[in-house]
């Protein structure tokens, strides 16, 4: 909905319209671990791979703003990185190797713009598992432009997948994956279940 600018009772009397009519429902996400009470919401995106790392990393920077920041925060997790070991269960099947971006998605988009999930749909009662690697620090280096435009889910080594919930979890296959972000906000270290709740959220939009 518009909103009219410098006129605030005009804009409070558009949004109580908007309260009445009902807006728009969108679905949201839980995100716990698996034998904890304690959860977390989130609308966007849950990462636990080397975007995470990545995330925790820029929220450490004053400079550059912007996608700038998540470049420099790039460059210095590569020089330590190494592919870590998931087993993922979703709601039919099981996928477990090392990997390097794991991204459970409601919307598609993540920090500075980057479409991580390009087809992700916040009102179709499914989440979009997008799940890269192994990749080489190379290999990162090379895919993580195509993040901005979503192309990268057409490399040979991205896997998209759709389920309603999920169980992520640290396999020995390989080192054990950063701290999850979820939305930009640490939630913390696998497992992590994590399980949409359609039109959970109304929107004024």
């Not at 500075?112 to 080489?136: C, H, K, Q, T, Y």
Request: proline share 8%; net charge negative; charged share 20%.
């Amino acid at each position: 909905m518009d909103l009219p600018r410098h006129d605030v009772p005009a804009a409070i009397t558009a949004i109580e319209e908007g309260l009445e009519t009902g807006g728009r429902s969108v679905d949201a996400v839980v995100v716990e671990p698996p034998d904890y009470g304690a959860h977390e919401w989130y609308l966007g995106v849950l990462s636990c791979g080397v975007d995470a790392a990545v995330n925790a990393k820029a929220n450490t920077l004053a400079w550059p703003r912007g996608s700038g920041r998540y470049v420099r925060a790039l460059m210095s997790v590569l020089r330590t990185f190494r592919p870590y070991g998931y087993r993922i269960t979703l709601d039919d099947e099981t996928w477990e190797s090392t990997g390097t971006l794991v991204a459970v998605a409601n919307g598609a988009l993540i920090g500075g713009g980057m479409r991580i999930a390009p087809d992700a749909r916040m009102d179709d009662g499914m989440l979009d598992v997008v799940i890269g690697g192994p990749l080489s620090r190379r290999e990162v280096l090379s895919l993580f432009p195509k993040v901005y435009s979503g192309a990268h889910v057409h490399h040979p080594a991205c896997t998209v997948l759709h389920t309603t919930t999920a169980l992520i979890e640290h396999s020995h296959v390989g080192p054990v994956p950063p701290a999850a972000f979820a939305d930009g906000e640490r939630i913390g270290p696998l497992p992590l279940r994590v399980q949409v709740r359609p039109g959970a959220v109304r929107l004024l939009a």
